[in-house]
């Protein structure tokens, strides 16, 4: 895990302003057991969230813990890696239901991030310039994201029914395109409703995100270019992108691992009792295989290793992105 | 600068196509919340053919919705509240000390934020359990459990924002505080909170409303007098017919005020958020 240390995602070493200046040294003179006692209260509620349970997660993974072992899990017998060759044998229910969903979070989360971060850019940088009204449309655009999760989602799932839905009316009875209203939240469509309602509540975050960080480019550079002759798509390559470079780094990571644990989208738009196998994405996948079933040995095991996998993807990234700034 | 034809059409595009698919659902929600249950379950109509305000009335009986609203305005503020005075002592100590063990801890807490929460809810609910067991303080299915269990999230994001933002309030106001003699815990107080106050608003914003929109946590630790909005919403539509124009009230009413408290605060939020990217 500190491999992930050097390029940390702060916001003063992620925007490019330098490492933070090293405060002086205290220890040795009096009251050097300040800066403990003020950490103390962090330190207690870091073991208990997340230090303690993660370590019991990990150890819950190696134990056959069913339901009978629930109330006594100190009795559960212990399996090594036993829980891990059920959930990794693709051959079975078990890991056959894992990679589906594994492999459907990983294209949800592409289109997603991608999806959203050309909306946030495009809409960022068409706001960019003053005018009149702009106030009212960054506003606008800002509501998906300050609106509480469920309440967004569960308009979606409103509008995403097949006969009394406003999706269908538009698409069929508005636009009159030909052919059969369809079912969004069952069957293969269910993937897509996932796609649409996570880029609704998602692109506003980049927008909010690439907008502040605009506010730090120089007005002289558009005007220094413009002077060159140089047309607004090569403004854009050339000075807007660089510059938002820092934002950028982070932006990517956070939407990254926010949509690909992303629980809330196909838990309200498909409830407890029916999950579409195409909306069956990873948390919701663990959720529903550990609390249905109250198999939390299976569920741990494959908790632990979506997170291995996110750390390697993350490490990875954060290397690449490192490398690449130290040549440019 | 003039403006070029190409930028114009983007730009106008852009908006355009965006604004539609930001309003549509907006539209759908405030219109749906004031047709009659007849027209709701009915084709559906991009003008109501009837108004009504009733579906504002039939939501605080259909399901206790007060008592949801209650339970999670307590939840949100006192986890909003503990992380913030928890991480504003450690963002201080963080910030203004090198000690021995600064980078394990900030390295975990910036870690432990990427983790899914699904990772920490199986163990937590098994840790309540034997809390529970053993000391008799119920953890399950009450607010306090689910007040420790949001800090899980709220608490990394607030240290890690607050000691962003202190290391861009300049050393020496402190510093000269701690001269004039008001001591450390002086010069947290009497300078450094009110130079970070935007600062404090993000972190309060953001940790509030992660914690208003929660539901992996909630649906599981939660149960019926302990429910919050979250996992109370879902029940107009456990019921016999589903109540869609109330469901939309309920969403519009609880959204309303965050989505408010967010809009006034929004300047705050962004230069908190991107106190290292704007300075």
């Known amino acids: ?328 | 600068m003039r403006e070029t034809t190409g930028a114009r059409v983007f730009r106008v595009v852009t908006i355009v196509v965006l604004s539609l698919f930001t309003i549509f659902p907006l539209w759908v929600m405030v219109t749906s919340s004031v047709k009659p249950l007849g027209e709701v379950l009915d084709s559906f109509t991009w003008w109501p053919k009837n108004i009504t305000l009733q579906p504002y009335i039939d939501i605080w009986n259909t399901v206790p919705l007060a008592q949801y609203f209650v339970n999670s305005l307590i939840v949100c503020t006192a986890a909003t509240g503990i992380s913030l005075v928890i991480a504003v002592l450690a963002a201080y100590a963080v910030s203004r000390w090198r000690f021995h063990g600064r980078n394990v801890f900030t390295t975990t807490v910036l870690s432990t934020q990427m983790f899914p929460g699904i990772l920490f809810l199986l163990p937590l609910f098994l840790i309540f359990i034997n809390i529970t067991q053993a000391t008799g303080i119920p953890l399950i299915g009450t607010r306090l459990g689910l007040i420790i269990t949001y800090l899980t999230f709220v608490l990394p994001f607030a240290i890690w924002m607050l000691a962003g933002y202190f290391d861009g309030i300049p050393r020496e106001l402190d510093e000269a505080a701690k001269v004039d003699g008001t001591g450390s815990m002086g010069a947290l107080w009497h300078v450094l909170l009110p130079a970070a106050r935007p600062g404090l608003v993000a972190v309060g914003i953001y940790s509030f409303m992660t914690s208003w929109g929660e539901l992996l946590f909630a649906s599981v630790l939660t149960n019926g007098p302990t429910q919050t909005l979250a996992i109370g919403l879902q029940q107009y539509s456990t019921q016999v017919n589903v109540y869609w124009n109330q469901i939309m009230a309920a969403s519009l009413v609880v959204s309303v005020p965050i989505v408010i408290a967010f809009l006034l605060l929004q300047r705050s939020f962004v230069a908190g958020l991107t106190a290292g990217a704007v300075k």
């Open chain 1, 1 to 328: 895990m500190s491999a992930i240390a050097p390029a940390h995602t702060s916001p003063e070493s992620a925007t490019g302003s330098g490492a933070p200046r090293r405060p002086p040294r205290r220890r040795g003179r009096a009251g050097w057991w300040l800066p403990y006692l003020l950490l103390l209260p962090a330190v207690v509620f870091e073991l208990l969230v997340h230090i303690f349970p993660m370590v019991t997660g990990i150890w819950i993974s190696f134990i056959k813990l069913t339901q009978q072992y629930l109330r006594n899990w100190s009795e559960a017998p212990f399996l090594g890696f036993g829980n891990y060759r059920v959930v990794v044998d693709v051959n079975g229910v078990v890991g056959k239901g894992l990679l589906n969903s594994f492999l459907i979070t990983c294209a949800f989360t592409l289109l997603v991030v991608a999806i959203s971060w050309v909306a946030g850019m495009a809409a960022a940088v068409a706001l960019q310039r003053r005018f009149p009204g702009r106030g009212i449309f960054r506003t606008l655009f800002l509501i998906p994201y300050a609106i509480p999760i469920y309440a967004g989602i569960i308009a979606w799932k409103f509008m995403l029914q097949k006969d009394t839905g406003a999706l269908n009316h538009l698409l069929f009875d508005t636009l009159h395109l030909p052919g059969e209203k369809p079912f969004w939240l069952i069957g293969g469509n269910a993937f897509w409703s996932l796609v649409i309602v996570a880029i609704w509540r998602l692109w506003p975050f980049a927008f909010l995100m690439l907008m502040a960080g605009l506010q730090s480019v120089p007005e002289d550079l558009y005007e220094a270019s413009a002077v060159d002759g140089a047309k607004p798509f090569r403004q854009w390559r050339s000075i807007t992108l660089p510059m938002l470079r820092p934002v950028n780094v982070v932006l990517v990571l956070v939407m990254f691992l926010w949509t690909f644990n992303d629980f809330n989208t196909p838990f309200v738009l498909f409830g407890k009792t029916a999950q579409p196998p195409a909306g069956d994405l990873i948390s919701f996948h663990i959720y529903n295989a550990s609390f249905l079933t109250f198999n939390f040995g299976y569920g741990s095991a494959m908790s632990v290793l979506l997170l291995i996998f996110l750390l390697i993807v993350t490490i990875a990234y954060l290397l690449f992105v490192n490398r690449r700034s130290k040549r440019a």
